[in-house]
C-alpha cells in the first residue's frame, strides 16, 4: 500500500465497450488501519477511537517478511490485539496486511526471492497460518507492490490462498489500478476474496480503473475501489464521486488510510448507503475466558490451566512431566462442535484425543491425532456436542510435560432434543431502559393466594401477561417435557444471570433452559428437596445478549416438578462509577484519583507518580460482590499489576496477578468475592512516566449480605413507603423515604397488570397518582424490596 500518491500520467486511456452494471444489496467498506499510528498524533491513534458501524473488513497494516518468508513479531501486536477484541464485538473482520509500499518497491521486495523458492513459499504460508491463529485473525491481505512477473505471482499467491481458505479465512490483495501500473502481473486472481484496487488518482482514472478490473473478470461484488485518506487534497467531492462510482461499478471501497481521515468519511457511508454488516458473522472462541481444569500443573501459579483459556499467546499452561495428562474447558452451555484450535509451547503433544462431555465424568472422543509434528493444530470438521471439551494427552515430544498456549473451541449453541406444549400462562418479562441492579421489585402470584407459581422481578426488569382466564393455575403440577415461555426484551446489551427457584419432592428431576432456540444452561439436575416449597436456586449466566426481543424457554424434563419465580437480571452495572477513590500518589493536582471512576474514560484521567509501586483504590460504599475489574489504560500503563480487594483498606487479598500488561482495555475476571474496597496496584510501569487510567469499571453484584431484610425498628427508622387516603378514590398520595439508590416504584392489579412505574430519586420521594379511572379493587405497590396493599373503590 503506498504512502505516497503517485502521480501517473496516462497519455491514453483505451475505454471498454460500455458494460451495464447492477446495484448491490449491501456495500464493504475496508478501511487499513497502519501499525505505526499506535499513541501518535494521528486523528485515530489507538483502536479505542475506531467506529467500527463504518466498516467490514479492517486490514492491520504491515507485516513485513524476510526473505527466506519467516515473519518476526507484528509491531506494535498489543494495538493488533486490542483492534481484534473491538472489531470482533462488533461483527467486523480483521485482516492482516503482509508486506506493504516498500523503499525497494517494486523490483527488489522480499517476495521477489520468496516467489522463486519453494521453501520460502511455504515458509511464507505457515507464518500465515500462525499469525491467523495467534491473534485471532480472520484472513491475510497481501499487499505486494508489485509483482514484476505474472510467474511469481501465481506461485506466491496461489500457496498462500490455498492454505488461508484451508483455515476457513479471508485470502484478499491490494492490487495496482490499471495495466499500465504492473496491473496485468497480478495474473491469477480468482482465489482472492476481495480486490483492494489502490486507485488513488481522480474520478477519470478510477473509471478506467474499474473497467480494466472488470475486464479482468473479477466480479463487482469483490471489487473495493480504493478512496484516499492521507492528504488534505484528496477532499470530500472527491470521496463522493468515488462512492458514487462504486455503487455501480463495485461492492465497495477500501480506503488508505481510516487513522488520517481527511475528509469526510460519513460522506461515503451516506452515499454507499446499506454496509453488509452481519451477513458473515465473525467466529467466536467459546473457551476464551471460561475456566479450565487441569490433571495437573509444573508450578502451582505460574502455569495454571486457566492459562490456556485467557485469550493470550503469551500465557501458557503446562503439565507435569509424565503421561497421561489432560486439560479441559467448561463452555458453561452444551454446544455443537465444529473446530478446536491448539497452540503448544513447544513441549507439545504427539499424541492425544479431543473429547466431549456433558458433566465432566463421561467423555466421548470426536478425534484421536497420532504421529503430530508441529506446534499448531486446527482440527476442522469435528461433530460432537457437550458443555466440556478435554484434551487427553498420550505421548509427549520432550521430556518436559505438556504445554499449550490457547485452547479454542468454536461451534453453535446445541438445539434441544425437547418438544412438548407449552404451560397454560405465558410469562413475559420486559427489560427496562435502566438497571440499578439493586432490590427485587414485585411478585406476581398466579395461584390467587398460593406461594407457588410466582414470578419474580429485579431492577430492570418487567413482568406483564401473567394471567390466567380461569383465575389462577398451579405450575407446579407440570408434565415431561413441558414448557414455559417468556418474551424476553433486552434493551441494555450485556451478560445477563438466568435464575429460576425450583422444588421437587423426589429425585431424578431436571430442567434447562433456551433462549432463542439454543440451550443456554444444560441439563440442571434439581436436588430432592423434600417439600413443594423448599426451593433450590438455579443460577445461569448469558452469552452476551444484543438489544432486541429474545424468546426464553424453560424446559421440565421430568414431571413432580415446582416452579416458584423466574429472575432475569443484568450484570453490566459499574459498582465503582462516581464513587470515593484514593491514589498513592497523583502526577498533578490535574490527575486526581476520582478520574478514573468519573465514568468518562476519554477526557479525563488519574495519572501517578513516575515510578513503580503505585495504586489507586475505589470505595463501593457498601460490601458487593465483586468478579471483574475492567482497565481502560492511557498510554503510561502498567506492563504488570495486581487486583486487589479489602473489607477494611487494612487487610488486602490479591485477586489477579497481571505481568504481561498489555495497555489498551484489558478486562480481568475472577471468581466472585465480597468486597467493599478494589485496589488496583501497579507494580511495574511500562513506561518512563507513572501509570494512568482513563476508567476503571468494576462488575458484580450485591453482596448477600449487603443488604439484609431490615428489622421492624430499623426499617421505622430507614425506609418508608406509605400510601393515603386507603381506600382511594380520585388522588393517591404515596411517599417513600430512605431510598440510597435509584430505585422503580410500580403499582399492580392483582392480576399483574401494571398500573404505574416511576424511578424514584434518593432520600424523600412524594408522588400522586390519579387512580379515579382504575377498575375496582386490590392493588400493590412495590419499591426498594417493600410492598403494601391499597384499595381502589
Known amino acids: 500500500m503506498m504512502q505516497k500518491l503517485k502521480v501517473i500520467i496516462l497519455l491514453s486511456l483505451v475505454?471498454?465497450?460500455?458494460?451495464?452494471?447492477?446495484?448491490?444489496?449491501?456495500?464493504?467498506?475496508?478501511g487499513y488501519y497502519p501499525s505505526w499510528v499506535a499513541g501518535g498524533s494521528y486523528y485515530i491513534n489507538s483502536p479505542s477511537k475506531i467506529d467500527y458501524t463504518k466498516y467490514t473488513h479492517i486490514m492491520y497494516a504491515f507485516a513485513i517478511p524476510g526473505t527466506d518468508g519467516k515473519i518476526g513479531s507484528v509491531d506494535n501486536s498489543a494495538s493488533l490485539t486490542d483492534l481484534v477484541t473491538r472489531a470482533h464485538a462488533a461483527n467486523v473482520k480483521v485482516l492482516l496486511s503482509i508486506g506493504g509500499w516498500l523503499d525497494s518497491s517494486p523490483s527488489n521486495t522480499p517476495f521477489e526471492?520468496?516467489?522463486?523458492?519453494?521453501?520460502?513459499?511455504?515458509?511464507?504460508?505457515?507464518?500465515?497460518g500462525n499469525l491467523i491463529t495467534q491473534y485471532n485473525l480472520d484472513g491475510i491481505d497481501l499487499d505486494w507492490e508489485y509483482p514484476t512477473t505474472k510467474a511469481k505471482w501465481n506461485a506466491l499467491a496461489t500457496a498462500l490462498g490455498t492454505k488461508i481458505h484451508g483455515m476457513g479465512k479471508l485470502f484478499t490483495a491490494a492490487v495496482s489500478e490499471s495495466a499500465a501500473n504492473n496491473g496485468d502481473h497480478y495474473d491469477d486472481v480468482s482465489m482472492l476474496d476481495l480486490v483492494n484496487i489502490m486507485c488513488y488518482g481522480n474520478y477519470s482514472l478510477a473509471s478506467s480503473s474499474m473497467s480494466y478490473w472488470t475486464s479482468r473478470g473479477v466480479p463487482q461484488s469483490k471489487r473495493m475501489l480504493g478512496v484516499p485518506f492521507y492528504s488534505a487534497d484528496n477532499n470530500t467531492a472527491g470521496h463522493i464521486q468515488k462512492s458514487t462510482l462504486a455503487k455501480s461499478t463495485a461492492g465497495g471501497i477500501m480506503i488508505w488510510d481510516i487513522a488520517s481521515e481527511y475528509g469526510d468519511i460519513n460522506a461515503i457511508y451516506s452515499t454507499l448507503g446499506t454496509i453488509c454488516t452481519g451477513s458473515t458473522p465473525v467466529p467466536q472462541n467459546l473457551a476464551k475466558g471460561k475456566t479450565a481444569v487441569a490433571s495437573?500443573?509444573?508450578?502451582?501459579?505460574?502455569?495454571?490451566?486457566?492459562?490456556?483459556?485467557d485469550g493470550s499467546y503469551s500465557t501458557r499452561w503446562s503439565s507435569a512431566y509424565s503421561d497421561p495428562q489432560w486439560l479441559y474447558v467448561d463452555l458453561g452451555a452444551n454446544y455443537d462442535l465444529s473446530e478446536v484450535k491448539i497452540t503448544w509451547e513447544t513441549a507439545y503433544a504427539t499424541a492425544y484425543q479431543v473429547q466431549v462431555s456433558a458433566d465432566a465424568n463421561t467423555w466421548t472422543t470426536i478425534k484421536t491425532v497420532s504421529g503430530n509434528t508441529t506446534t499448531t493444530n486446527d482440527l476442522t470438521g469435528l461433530s460432537g456436542t457437550g458443555r466440556y471439551v478435554r484434551i487427553y494427552a498420550t505421548a509427549r515430544a520432550t521430556a518436559y510435560g505438556y504445554s499449550i498456549f490457547e485452547l479454542e473451541v468454536y461451534g453453535t449453541a446445541a438445539q434441544s432434543p425437547y418438544n412438548g406444549t407449552a404451560w397454560i400462562i405465558p410469562g413475559r418479562i420486559e427489560a427496562e431502559n435502566y438497571d440499578n441492579g439493586g432490590e427485587g421489585i414485585a411478585?406476581?402470584?398466579?395461584?390467587?393466594?398460593?406461594?407457588?407459581?410466582?414470578?419474580?422481578?429485579?431492577?430492570?426488569?418487567?413482568?406483564?401477561?401473567?394471567?390466567?382466564?380461569n383465575g389462577g393455575y398451579d405450575v407446579g403440577a407440570t408434565h415431561t417435557s413441558e414448557w414455559?415461555?417468556?418474551?424476553?426484551?433486552?434493551?441494555?446489551?450485556?451478560?445477563?444471570?438466568?435464575?429460576?427457584?425450583?422444588?421437587?419432592?423426589?429425585?431424578?428431576?431436571a430442567l434447562h433452559a433456551e433462549l432463542d432456540g439454543k440451550n443456554i444452561t444444560g441439563t440442571i439436575a434439581i436436588p430432592n428437596t423434600g417439600g413443594w416449597q423448599t426451593w433450590t436456586t438455579v443460577n445461569v449466566t448469558t452469552p452476551v445478549l444484543t438489544t432486541g426481543k429474545k424468546v426464553l424457554r424453560i424446559y421440565m424434563e421430568s414431571d413432580q416438578f415446582n416452579l416458584n419465580w423466574v429472575n432475569f437480571n443484568l450484570q453490566a452495572e459499574d459498582l465503582?462509577?462516581?464513587?470515593?477513590?484514593?491514589?498513592?500518589?497523583?502526577?498533578?493536582?490535574?490527575?486526581?484519583?476520582?478520574?478514573?471512576?468519573?465514568?468518562?474514560?476519554s477526557t479525563t484521567r488519574w495519572s501517578s507518580a513516575f515510578k513503580d509501586s503505585q495504586w489507586?483504590?475505589?470505595?463501593?460504599?457498601?460490601?458487593?460482590?465483586?468478579?471483574?475489574?475492567?482497565?481502560?489504560?492511557?498510554?503510561?500503563?502498567a506492563g504488570s499489576y495486581r487486583i486487589e480487594t479489602s473489607l477494611d483498606t487494612l487487610n488486602w487479598t490479591v485477586q489477579q496477578i497481571v505481568t504481561n500488561g498489555a495497555g489498551g482495555t484489558e478486562t480481568i475476571s475472577f471468581p466472585a468475592v465480597n468486597a467493599r474496597y478494589v485496589r488496583v496496584f501497579g507494580l511495574k510501569r511500562a513506561t518512563a512516566y507513572g501509570i494512568s487510567l482513563w476508567e476503571?469499571?468494576?462488575?458484580?453484584?450485591?453482596?448477600?449480605?449487603?443488604?439484609?431484610?431490615?428489622?421492624?425498628?430499623?426499617?421505622?427508622?430507614?425506609?418508608?413507603?406509605?400510601?393515603?387516603?386507603?381506600?382511594?378514590?380520585?388522588i393517591l398520595n404515596i411517599r417513600v423515604q430512605g431510598i440510597h439508590s435509584p430505585s422503580v416504584l410500580r403499582v399492580y392489579s392483582m392480576n399483574g397488570q401494571a398500573m404505574y412505574t416511576t424511578l424514584l430519586k434518593q432520600d424523600v420521594n412524594q408522588l400522586q397518582v390519579d387512580v379515579s379511572r382504575w377498575p375496582k379493587g386490590i392493588y400493590v405497590i412495590s419499591a426498594a424490596g417493600h410492598t403494601q396493599k391499597i384499595v381502589v373503590q
Open 15 to 30: 475505454m471498454l465497450s460500455v458494460k451495464c452494471f447492477s446495484q448491490v444489496s449491501c456495500y464493504n467498506i475496508v
Open 113 to 128: 526471492t520468496i516467489s522463486a523458492n519453494s521453501t520460502y513459499i511455504n515458509n511464507l504460508a505457515t507464518a500465515c
Open 296 to 309: 495437573s500443573v509444573e508450578t502451582s501459579t505460574t502455569y495454571v490451566a486457566n492459562n490456556a483459556t
Open 443 to 469: 411478585y406476581h402470584d398466579l395461584d390467587a393466594g398460593n406461594t407457588l407459581g410466582q414470578y419474580r422481578t429485579t431492577e430492570g426488569v418487567d413482568v406483564e401477561g401473567c394471567t390466567d382466564t
Open 484 to 509: 414455559l415461555e417468556y418474551t424476553v426484551n433486552i434493551t441494555k446489551a450485556g451478560v445477563y444471570t438466568f435464575q429460576a427457584r425450583v422444588a421437587a419432592t423426589t429425585t431424578g428431576r
Open 576 to 601: 465503582a462509577a462516581g464513587k470515593k477513590a484514593v491514589a498513592s500518589s497523583v502526577e498533578t493536582a490535574d490527575f486526581p484519583a476520582s478520574y478514573a471512576f468519573d465514568g468518562n474514560d
Open 616 to 637: 489507586v483504590r475505589v470505595d463501593l460504599d457498601t460490601l458487593r460482590s465483586v468478579s471483574e475489574v475492567v482497565l481502560k489504560w492511557e498510554a503510561a500503563y
Open 696 to 730: 476503571v469499571v468494576i462488575h458484580g453484584t450485591e453482596s448477600a449480605g449487603a443488604r439484609k431484610a431490615p428489622t421492624a425498628a430499623a426499617a421505622a427508622l430507614d425506609f418508608t413507603l406509605q400510601a393515603s387516603p386507603n381506600p382511594s378514590t380520585n
